[in-house]
């Protein structure tokens, strides 16, 4: 039977499609850690995830792969301050 993961287990992160036996499926579908899946070919779940430039998944700091969508707390941006003109003394020659 073939399940989407619905949260983070020893083996499978969030998001993650597996064909598994029916009767360990049955088991996740009732606790909640999984829903079954219905869709066709390979699976979409890295379209739910940001992306490096090499198409690898962005990892936080904690090994999770991070959403698309997900709102990220940031420091705020700070101006750099401009630097002061200082005379500069010309010799005389």
Same mark, same amino acid.
């Given at each position: 039977?073939?399940?989407?993961?619905?949260? =983070?287990?020893?083996? /499978?992160? @969030? !998001?993650?499609?597996? &064909?598994? *036996?029916?009767?360990?499926?049955?088991?996740?579908?009732? @606790?909640? @850690?999984? &829903?079954?899946? &219905? !869709?066709?070919?390979?699976?979409?779940?890295? /379209? &739910?995830?940001?992306?490096?430039?090499?198409? =690898? *998944?962005?990892?936080?700091?904690? !090994?999770?792969?991070?959403?698309?969508?997900?709102?990220?707390?940031? *420091?705020?941006?700070?101006?750099?301050?401009?630097?002061?003109? =200082?005379? /500069?003394? =010309?010799?005389?020659?």
């Amino acid at each position: 039977m073939k399940i989407k993961y619905l949260k =983070t287990t020893h083996d /499978s992160n @969030i !998001g993650d499609v597996k &064909e598994i *036996p029916d009767f360990q499926a049955n088991v996740l579908l009732k @606790i909640g @850690i999984a &829903e079954l899946f &219905e !869709g066709e070919g390979k699976s979409n779940k890295d /379209s &739910e995830f940001l992306q490096n430039l090499n198409f =690898t *998944p962005v990892v936080d700091d904690f !090994g999770l792969r991070v959403l698309k969508n997900a709102k990220l707390d940031l *420091p705020p941006k700070q101006e750099p301050q401009p630097k002061a003109k =200082t005379k /500069s003394k =010309t010799k005389a020659k």
